[in-house]
């Protein structure tokens, strides 16, 4: 319609001036002439400022409709894994009682970041602490893992904020390496800072392998500046299929026999040796009966799945643990680092 009536208005002007090249050129007609031909180019003019008012009004009636129909829509929020970059969860705020029961859709959120990152009876979650890094018997590093943890409330403040409009949310995963510098680890054992060692008895078989597999699992273990060391994560299961045989331990007041029995002398023998830094407990239990080889009060109980012993090290440099096993009758654990930390490492 728009091209149409533009091409009839340059038709007309094309006559006009064709009359006019015919008459006699006076200036009332040109005038007149000119009058006529400004009247038509502002009646184009109003006719397309017409068309695309009405463009733009049917374009603004037509993203009203949309935007309409979207609000309408439940709002969406997925939740992806940052590293495959895959929707874990899509959810959908306003059925899980956002708007309506805030309170309830927080804690719904809390359980389920809880999961998420701790895992469940049937699925493992994010969060996992550090495997440390060990040295092997030709000096080389053999490589743990790092520690990984999913922040559980930073998780449920982002996915309530993007409940508003929905929307894409990243979980909030940290990967903590260990503290120390790969050119640190020759040199860690140079400098004994803290030793301490405890006596057994060396006949009674079953207990002395069950203390020798364990200081054998922390021995050459590096601690970085800041890493959390576990005894339970270090050491693992110590069951009949790693090798840990029948032996007196105590449980609930009483000595019975059990499968392990005897590695809490060496937890013990550790924490005595640890303690002597300026180090930070994050777990540590006492037996419930006194035990010979520590003084009371200087004992670190463990148990597989159950009580553990940790602790951060806030001593200031990364240091090693020497653990030795004389089938004659000792243990003793060495704190080791560099000549060039021995200075910095600090002591209580």
Not at 126 to 145: E, F, H, P, R, T
Not at 171 to 186: C, F, H, N, Q, R
């Amino acid at each position: 319609m728009a091209i149409r009536t533009w091409v009839i208005s340059f038709i007309l002007i094309g006559s006009l001036i064709g009359l006019a090249g015919c008459a006699e050129k006076t200036n009332g007609k040109e005038a007149d002439l000119e009058n006529k031909v400004t009247e038509l180019e502002k009646k184009l003019e109003e006719q397309k400022a017409a068309e695309e008012a009405a463009k733009k009004a049917a374009e603004e009636a037509e993203a009203k409709r949309i935007a309409e129909e979207e609000a309408k829509k439940p709002k969406v929020v997925n939740v992806i894994d940052p590293s495959t970059k895959t929707v874990l969860k899509s959810l959908i705020p306003v059925d899980m009682g956002f708007g309506s029961d805030n309170e309830k859709y927080k804690q719904e959120l809390e359980q389920w970041a809880k999961e998420l990152a701790r895992g469940t009876d049937t699925t493992p979650g994010y969060d996992s602490k550090m495997i440390l890094d060990k040295i092997d018997a030709n000096g080389q590093v053999i490589k743990g893992k790092p520690r990984v943890v999913l922040e559980e409330a930073e998780l449920v403040m982002k996915v309530i904020e993007a409940s508003v409009n929905g929307g894409d949310v990243l979980l909030p995963i940290y990967v903590t390496e260990s503290g120390y510098k790969p050119e640190d680890a020759a040199h860690l054992s140079e400098v004994v800072v803290a030793t301490y060692t405890t006596k057994f008895n060396p006949s009674i078989t079953g207990r002395n392998k069950n203390i020798e597999l364990s200081a054998q699992a922390i021995d050459n273990v590096i601690i970085g500046t800041g890493d959390i060391f576990s005894f339970n994560h270090t050491v693992g299961p110590s069951d009949a299929a790693h090798g840990y045989q029948p032996a007196q331990e105590i449980v609930n007041k009483e000595l019975v026999m059990g499968i392990g029995g005897g590695i809490c002398q060496t937890s013990s023998t550790l924490f005595n040796a640890v303690d002597q830094l300026a180090i930070e407990y994050v777990e540590w239990h006492h037996h419930s009966l006194t035990v010979g080889y520590v003084p009371s009060g200087r004992d670190a109980t463990v148990s597989y799945g159950g009580k553990d012993f940790q602790f951060k090290n806030t001593a200031g440099v990364p240091f090693l643990i020497k653990a030795i096993y004389n089938g004659n009758g000792t243990l003793t654990v060495e704190v080791r680092t560099s000549s060039a930390y021995q200075s910095l490492l600090q002591k209580r």
